[in-house]
């Protein structure tokens, strides 16, 4: 009780105090003091424990308007020395202000970088930055940002061009950089210097603060109390539920309190679960600790005295004070980078920023967070103390880093984060290099954290711990400081440059030889490996240092004498790293073709083998910029190339080669999957450029400084081939072996991979340095060769091409030069074809290709071929020639080896007797020796000097003497007659004239330059005849086969025909039945006019339906008495034509809903699939599902995609989501009875029969009151039988089938739980019938579609069942009750004294009442035996409700237009006139409500637009009822469209006409309808006023650039967590409202759930269906109910025709409105649950997400 009074006195006492406090007098009085840091704490102490933290609940609201009174107003009047207000506006406007934007971003804002000028990807504008630069007409990248980063405009060097806004743009006065403390008096200069010193340094020793009961020297207070906090800190190792389920256990508070501590914790880092004394503080913790220390170590708990925690809280508000302070003006923000950077007195590292910096991994998230945004509104935006900042950062760097390691924090709250705004400024990161030399501070500090190592100091990733992977995940973080350092090239060179980049290339070379070897494999023999190897690691490892590998060469590229070095290093590095490999390897000599060579003895099979080996591969890059700078040819001498031991460079790559074709041949599947990966990345496009196009270097830049003979020996002997090429009669010994089958396949494999190496190490040369190309034709070729296999889209390109470090593929540049863009349609996305011009680069060996790539590209090109009628011939293109380093490699064609090797390959395929060569091999020998011919002509075309590359002439030489094997040239053309080799023909022929071209080319260079071509020419025209002549034959034969084979097939059929004539007679019969039966149809003559309702309705004949059951295949006719027939059905709420979502869902207990009001806000929608079953059929379906849904719960608990609970199932057939059936009924026989009474007539016998209805309903009930007033019993008319019962027409499985549809629609249009006698039952199968009516009707008019004849049939069966059903459901009913629908939906049009409460006119939707009253007539006609005509009551029914309907729209009908007053026709005016009359009579009842309106062409025209919706509705109401076909006009858009819908539904064209003509029988109605008070009431504007027609509901409109869509987001913050940033803002594109999906904070109970905030909008918004875009994901999310949900595509663009979905590409989008249009027809034609069923089924994965959580 105590503490409760004191609690309630301690505001009074401060506001005593408060009161008695001035700010001037505190102020001045620190300005005489001498000790001003003693005072202003002594201040401090006083009174920041009085303001804050005072009780469990934080207020914060007068907490901060407290400390702006009591702490910062004063120091604010201290710094100005007068009113803050003026003196800080003065300051402010002498102030330039900064070039510099510098505003920080908020987690999920856009941001903008430009693709063409930014220095780097890290530069980024903010949205209003970026619309006014010239970047917006440039290709940009739009992203979200993480949070924490600042936007770049105003830095010159972030950007090559365009570096300010219109807003920053400098002025040219202020180009004189004078000191911005120039305009500060020296005296405000000390007084800010010492409020600055006092408030920073209070608090960083607050926020550095780590005693828990104390509080630092000079801010102990004056009275102490007993008030503890239980501290709860965050970090990233527990989960929300673990804390969620700790608290609930330890503070005894519920699952919500709870959720809100965990929201709070996880963002501000920290947050009191419990205050009191320090006992009751410590219960809590113990609690906690002991809770969470099980799994991992304990959440971090601390118990802190009240004081410390509000010194604390303060701390962080004088930060933020700072922060607001120096935006007034740069002088201050210069003042206070200079007291946050002066040293202590302690000397190194001990100024109030590094302080900050060092205990950073000590602090909690919340007050990281301020004082980094202090450090970029500060230190940042000063470019002369950012540099100083940086050197401190980087002095600390490795400190920082190694508390990184340690801190349980993400990095986005580390200050290791700020490195990305220092180390990417060119000149600071040259700077950073050269005095702090920060490249080696960086890989050193890396490779320290990497301490696993083999014996050969080799790193070993082996088996890494959960502890280990953690670290080694955070340790990549230094590999991206290092690529920012090194992200943009230095152009001019300083010496001290230099010697600082080669000390660190050699810190990056000792961490690449531990790389060199790491994770070798050695094969497995026998039995399978037991344990997968370890080898993500390695590979993660190799991927983050890909780029900076690149990098380090770029960096090289631009200096000679720093190229000479770094060559010279790496080459020592590598033979450090061969001398400890070639021991105990023993020599060998190979010898072959009269050459032999000296190597090693090594089995790739048998020994050690790694695919790591980065120091090689950077050797081979920086071999090839010796030749791209030219600097082999300019100083050769500096370089140590003559000491270069070509077999040596050669060794290890070609290991891995060999490697990868060994895998390829299958001789390592025991080694499992692990190495299968990593042969996969080596050639994956993220790694390759580092890997195995290095390799591939490496193999060309030894090959061309070695005899060609001796490579390809040693080639042979690595690839495990030597012993089969060589042996003296290998041609003929090798195919008698009989050899192990498995063994021939892996030789064949070998063999091939080992042709296709050669190939590769001779033909590409498309890298700048090995062959004269420029530096785009190697990404045109990568785009073509990807681009021949298939088109492509533009996102799949890019991720086919290698990114540099800025995520540039460069493609950009060239695409448009090799292919052509074709736009999408509404699905799918744009593609790139090849440009057919381009079509003859290709190489079907390309070095890029996968296998499956490769088959593909094959068969695209040959079939394309095909199609221009060319021969099929695929040979190799033309290559660029070599520069001369790599000059010799083309010797490697025409050497004999390689002739020997070829030749033994054609010999084996001329005599194919055993397997032991394949298809394959032989199409790679082909194509080498296409390579070495198209060479020679080359060489032939360009030198005018006689060259050395005489290939022709070695083909055709035979082998040596005792062999005397044939010459290629020969076996060439032996093979071109081989019939088993058909495929490879004009590949053959094509090599064949090549070779003859060669040789008169030779010939003619021979013998005299002035033969004319024309030789060649002739002897290629005579080949080219012989083709085509070839060509005609094989297709003349082809005819001629096809011909033959279409006489068999009709002879058979003719014979088929004959033995079953009389099948074909009989459905011949039934064909020309039928058209006969249509011709009855149409109207012949205009008299025979169809009319679908009345008296005069037209009679159709008769004809049987007979239908299949899907099911059981057997067929059935309708009939009343017949087995039951049904139609799978899906039953729906909606509100997709509500014009009022702001109306309380009703009370499904007590709500009636027997009158539907016009704006339709919930209605009842039922739709169908059109697919047939026996009632039978489906129950038995039925059933099973629900049997295996109960058998598979008790095995596991997944959702599938339909409910079985709710009745649901899939369609058999179709698997379409369906919910019920309905049954099929024939149409009811209207009777043609003569008894047609006119309106006067009707109206009185049907008030007679509602009176003996009225009494006979009455004598039901048990008698209530005795002094019942006694009523004179009105007599029944004789011809109606009150008591009478009538014979159920229909057949026990139909009644049993029209209870259920009717309690299925029921159940789901009420949410009820089904019960078959409720009364309302037939009321909502009604009101399913007419909303589904006028939904399909809207549906017609949006898609401009004619009323009938355009609908699918699945829609035309489901409204004539409905409509069927419908008549048909009342004798599924209590009749009393039907008929007490009837009396009640009578008396809204003719007043009925006995029945009380009936609606106003304007609160009835008149399609719906129709619908109603037609269709619970069949209850009273049944009773009827005068012969009344059921088309008679029809008729005067439905003229009734379109007079009613009528008075509804002019009463709503606004006030008129001005417009032209039309000239009308005579017709029209009779309407115009009727108009008149009638509004007038209106307003004698109504009275002033109505407006007074004198154009009746505007009254007209209201009735005319506004009744029209209805018409077209009854017309398809009556036509699926009585089953009259419609007229042939109505089946097209056609003018005079209303006379024959009038016409159809005998209506007069002028509608007036059925009031005036009635005028005295409808004028009391009329008064009755305009007298009640509701009208009045809504006219004045008590209730909802529809006005007609209404119009169609679409999806609210979406901004055309996506951009607009993420700001407004970013700016949308979570209603529930207090100015919260939402994490993922989603937008209902029903009703626009923006939701914070996903997240605890919007959870709220729905049915005793807890559901996500899209779920609940989804009830209160589209009655369990919603339409959202999850806006910074740019993915579309439809839910249905709480289980079910789908991802959509979203409508939104990019120029390539693409979706971005989770905006990982970043290109700007636009929004596609025929996309847009198409959700939102889904949307209208209520098929979204249809659609979420379908993705459902089709991706299981969908299932398994927790949509009711969204």
């Known amino acids: 009780m105590a503490a409760a009074e004191s609690d309630r006195e301690v505001p009074s006492a401060l506001c005593t105090e408060f009161l008695n406090f001035s700010v001037k007098d505190t102020a001045s009085k620190w300005l005489q003091v001498t000790d001003l840091y003693k005072e202003v704490y002594h201040h401090l102490a006083r009174y920041v424990p009085k303001i804050y933290c005072l009780g469990p609940n934080l207020n914060p609201q007068s907490e901060d308007l407290l400390a702006q009174m009591l702490l910062q107003a004063p120091l604010e009047w201290y710094l100005c020395g007068e009113d803050p207000s003026t003196g800080l506006a003065k300051l402010e406007q002498n102030n330039q202000p900064s070039q510099l934007c510098g505003h920080v971003f908020k987690v999920g804002e856009p941001t903008y970088s430009c693709r063409e000028c930014a220095a780097d990807p890290t530069c980024v504008l903010c949205m209003q930055c970026f619309l006014g630069s010239v970047h917006k007409e440039h290709r940009y990248r739009m992203t979200t940002s993480g949070g924490g980063g600042f936007c770049d405009c105003g830095d010159t060097e972030a950007w090559k061009k365009g570096p300010y806004c219109q807003k920053h743009e400098p002025n040219i006065s202020d180009s004189c950089h004078e000191d911005p403390l120039a305009h500060l008096s020296t005296d405000m200069i000390a007084r800010c210097y010492n409020v600055f010193s006092i408030v920073l340094k209070y608090a960083v020793d607050m926020l550095t603060w780590d005693k828990e009961d104390e509080l630092p020297p000079g801010l102990e207070p004056p009275d102490r109390s007993d008030s503890y906090y239980c501290m709860l800190f965050n970090d990233e190792v527990h989960t929300y539920e673990q804390v969620i389920y700790t608290l609930q256990k330890a503070v005894n508070c519920t699952q919500k309190e709870a959720v809100s501590f965990a929201t709070t914790v996880d963002r501000d880092g920290r947050k009191s679960v419990r205050f009191g004394d320090f006992a009751f503080c410590e219960l809590a913790k113990s609690v906690i600790v002991r809770n969470t220390s099980r799994q991992s170590k304990p959440l971090r708990v601390q118990v802190m005295h009240s004081s410390v925690v509000a010194h604390q809280c303060f701390a962080l508000k004088a930060l933020h004070w700072l922060g607001h302070v120096i935006g007034y003006s740069d002088a201050l923000r210069r003042i206070l980078c200079q007291v946050g950077l002066e040293r ?104 320290d954290h990497l301490r696993h190592r083999d014996l050969q100091g080799r790193f070993q990733f082996e088996r890494y711990t959960a502890q280990q992977a953690f670290k080694f995940r955070r340790v990549q973080s230094l590999i991206g400081d290092l690529k920012y350092v090194l992200i943009s090239r230095p152009t001019e060179w300083s010496d001290q440059l230099r010697e600082k980049f080669l000390e660190g290339l050699d810190t990056f070379l000792e961490l690449l030889k531990c790389m060199q070897g790491m994770d070798p494999v050695v094969r497995q023999v026998g039995q399978h490996i037991e344990m997968e190897p370890e080898w993500e690691a390695a590979f993660t490892l190799q991927m983050k240092l890909t780029h900076i590998i690149s990098m380090i060469q770029e960096w090289c590229a631009t200096d000679e004498r720093v190229l000479i070095e770094a060559y010279k290093k790496c080459l020592t590095a590598l033979t450090h790293c061969h001398s400890g490999f070639a021991d105990g390897e023993q020599p060998i000599t190979l010898s072959m073709c009269g050459h032999s060579v000296d190597t090693i003895r090594y089995c790739v099979s048998q020994e050690k083998v790694s695919i790591h080996l980065p120091v090689s591969r950077l050797l081979a890059g920086l ?45 390592w599947r025991r080694n499992g999957f692990s190495l299968v990966n990593q042969i996969y990345y080596y050639h994956n496009v993220k790694c390759r450029v580092e890997m195995f196009d290095k390799d591939l270097i490496m193999l060309q830049a030894g090959a061309s400084m070695m005899d060609p003979n001796h490579f390809l020996m040693i080639v042979l002997s690595r690839f495990e081939l030597y012993h089969i090429f060589s042996s003296a009669d290998c041609r003929k010994r090798y195919n008698r072996e009989t050899a192990n089958k498995d063994v021939v396949q892996q030789n064949n494999t070998l063999t091939e991979e080992m042709l296709h190496l050669i190939m590769m190490v001779v033909g590409e040369r498309f890298e700048a340095g090995i062959g004269q190309v420029e530096g785009c034709d190697e990404i045109k070729r990568e785009i073509l060769h990807q681009l021949c296999i298939r088109p492509m889209a533009h996102s799949e390109l890019v991720k086919a091409l290698p990114e540099n470090e800025n995520k540039e593929t460069g493609m950009e540049r060239v695409i448009d030069c090799v292919a052509s863009f074709k736009k999408p349609g509404v699905t799918g996305r744009g593609l790139y074809e090849l440009r057919p011009e381009c079509a003859k680069q290709f190489n079907l060996y390309f070095h890029h290709y996968s296998r499956a790539d490769q088959s593909k590209a094959e068969e695209a090109q040959r079939k394309l071929k095909r199609q221009n009628g060319e021969d099929t011939a695929l040979p190799p293109p033309v290559l660029p020639p070599f520069c001369p380093l790599f000059a010799s490699l083309v010797n490697i064609l025409q050497c004999d080896v390689l002739l020997g090797m070829l030749g033994a390959v054609l010999q084996w395929a001329v005599e194919p007797s055993a397997g032991h060569w394949s298809e394959s091999m032989l199409q790679r020998v082909l194509h080498l020796i296409g390579m070495a011919l198209l060479e020679e002509r080359q060489q032939l075309e360009n030198s005018s000097e006689d060259n050395d590359f005489n290939f022709t002439l ?80 094989k297709a003349e034969m082809a005819r001629l086969r096809r011909e033959k084979v279409m006489a068999q097939m009709s002879e058979m059929q003719r014979h088929f025909i004959n033995e079953n004539k009389e099948l074909f007679q009989q459905s011949l019969e039934e064909l020309d039945a039928s058209t006969s039966t249509s011709l009855e149809h149409s109207p012949t003559s205009s008299d025979a006019a169809l009319v679908c309702v009345g008296p005069r309705r037209s009679r159709p004949r008769e004809k049987r339906q007979v239908v299949t059951c899907i099911l059981c295949q057997e067929e059935q006719e309708i009939r009343a008495d017949g087995k039951a027939m049904v139609l799978a059905a899906f039953v729906q709420r909606s509100t997709v034509m509500s014009k009022n979502r702001k109306r309380p869902p009703h009370d499904p207990k007590r709500y009636d809903p027997l009158f539907m009001h016009p704006d339709l806000s919930f209605g009842t929608h039922t739709g169908s699939c059109g697919h047939i079953m026996h009632s039978h059929c489906w129950q038995r379906y039925s059933e099973a599902v629900q049997a295996k849904e109960q058998r598979r719960q008790q095995r596991l608990r997944v959702h599938t995609s339909y409910d079985v609970g709710n009745g649901e199932f899939l369609c058999p057939l179709c698997e379409c989501l369906s919910n019920t059936v309905i049954p099929l009924l024939p149409r009811t026989k209207g009777s043609s009875s003569c008894e047609q009474p006119g309106l006067g007539q009707w109206l009185k016998t049907s008030g007679q029969q509602i009176k003996a209805m009225h009494s006979a309903h009455r004598k039901l009930q048990p008698v209530s009151t005795v002094e019942e007033t006694v009523e004179e019993e009105c007599p029944a008319p004789e011809v109606f039988t009150v008591n009478y019962i009538p014979t159920n027409p229909y057949s026990s499985t139909i009644k049993e089938m029209l209870t259920t549809f009717g309690t299925a629609t029921y159940k789901v249009g009420l949410k009820v ?117 059921v088309d008679a009551v029809q008729l005067h029914l439905f003229h009734l409700i379109t007079v009613a309907h009528m008075v509804q729209i002019l009463l709503t009908s606004g006030p008129e237009e001005v417009t032209m007053e039309q000239e009308s026709g005579e017709a029209e005016r009779g309407e115009e006139e009727g108009a008149c009359r ?38 398809l109401f009556f036509h699926h009822l009585n089953g009259v076909p419609a007229p042939p006009e109505l089946h097209a858009l056609c003018p005079g469209q209303w006379e024959v819908l009038c016409g159809y539904l005998s209506l007069p064209s002028n509608l007036l006409q059925l009031f005036h003509s009635q005028q005295e029988l409808l004028e009391p109605l009329l008064h009755g309808w305009c007298t009640h008070p509701g009208v009045q009431q809504t006219l004045q504007g008590g209730g909802v006023l529809v006005s007609f027609p209404r119009e169609s509901n679409s999806l609210i409109d979406l901004p055309d650039d996506y951009s607009a869509l993420i700001n407004q987001a970013s700016s949308f913050t979570c209603p529930k967590s207090g100015g919260d940033k939402s994490r993922a803002p989603t937008l209902c594109l029903v009703c626009g409202s923006m939701l914070c999906s996903q997240s605890y904070c919007c959870q709220t109970e729905l049915e005793g759930e807890d559901v996500g905030a899209c779920t609940a909008h989804t009830f209160a918004c589209g009655a369990g269906v919603g339409i959202f875009l999850r806006v910074r994901e740019s993915q579309v999310l439809f839910l249905a109910g709480k289980t079910k949900g789908c991802f959509y595509a979203p409508p939104y663009l990019d120029d390539y025709g693409e979706t971005d979905q989770g905006l990982r590409r970043g290109n700007p989008l636009h929004l596609c409105h025929e996309r847009y249009r198409k959700i939102q027809k889904l949307w209208r034609q209520h098929s979204i649950t249809e659609e979420i069923g379908h993705a459902q089924e089709a991706n299981q994965t969908l299932v398994g997400i927790d949509w009711q959580h969204l």
Request: charged content about 20%.
């Open 344 to 447: 202590g007195p302690e000397g190194e590292n001990s100024s109030l920023v590094d302080t900050l910096m060092l205990c950073d991994s000590k602090m909690w998230k919340g007050a990281r967070n301020v004082y980094h945004q202090l450090f970029m509104s500060s230190l940042l935006m000063d470019l002369k103390y950012k540099k100083l900042f940086a050197i401190q950062f980087a002095k600390n760097y490795r400190r920082l880093q190694t508390d990184f390691m340690e801190d349980d924090h993400e990095r986005v709250v580390s200050v290791t984060s700020l490195s990305v705004q220092l180390f990417t400024v060119p000149t600071m990161a040259r700077m950073l290099i050269t005095e702090e030399n920060l490249m080696t501070t960086i890989i050193r500090t890396f490779v």
């Open 623 to 667: 071999h090839v910029l010796l030749s791209k700078m030219e600097v082999a040819y300019r100083f050769p001498e500096q370089l140590p190339l003559s000491e270069l031991s070509p077999p040596m460079l050669i060794e290890h790559p070609l290991r891995c080669l060999v490697l990868c074709a060994q895998v390829h041949a299958g001789m």
């Open 954 to 1033: 070695k083909m055709s030489r035979p082998g040596e003497a005792p062999s005397n094997t044939a010459s290629v040239l020969a076996l060439l053309e032996n093979l071109q007659n081989a019939p088993h080799l058909e495929v490879h023909k004009d590949m053959i022929r094509w090599l064949l004239k090549t070779e003859a071209g060669i040789k008169t080319l030779r010939e003619r260079s021979a013998s005299t330059s002035t033969v004319t071509a024309s030789g060649s020419r002739g002897q290629e025209e005579t080949a080219c005849d012989k083709d085509k002549a070839e060509r005609k034959r």
């Open 1313 to 1429: 739980h089904p019960n078959e006698q409720d009364p309302r039952i037939p009321i909502m199968c009604w009101g399913s019938c007419a909303y589904t009516i006028q939904s399909i009707e809207r549906l017609l008019v949006d898609e401009k579609k004619p009323l009938f004849g355009s609908l699918p049939c699945r829609q035309d069966e489901c409204l004539s069942s409905l409509a069927r059903f419908g008549s048909a459901c009342w004798t599924a009913a209590c009749q009393p009750t039907v008929q007490g629908h009837f009396i009640r939906l009578v008396a809204a049009l003719i007043p009925d004294p006995l029945v009380e409460a009936s609606p106003c006119i304007l609160d009835v939707d008149m399609l719906h009442l129709l619908v109603s009253v037609v269709l619970s007539y069949g209850s009273v006609h049944s009773q009827d035996s005068s012969g009344l005509s």
């Open 1478 to 1515: 009638l509004y007038n009579t209106l307003r004698t009842h109504v009275g002033s409500s109505l407006p007074e309106v004198g154009s009746g062409w505007h009254l007209w025209r209201c009735v005319k637009t506004g009744i029209l919706p209805y018409l077209r509705g009854a017309a």
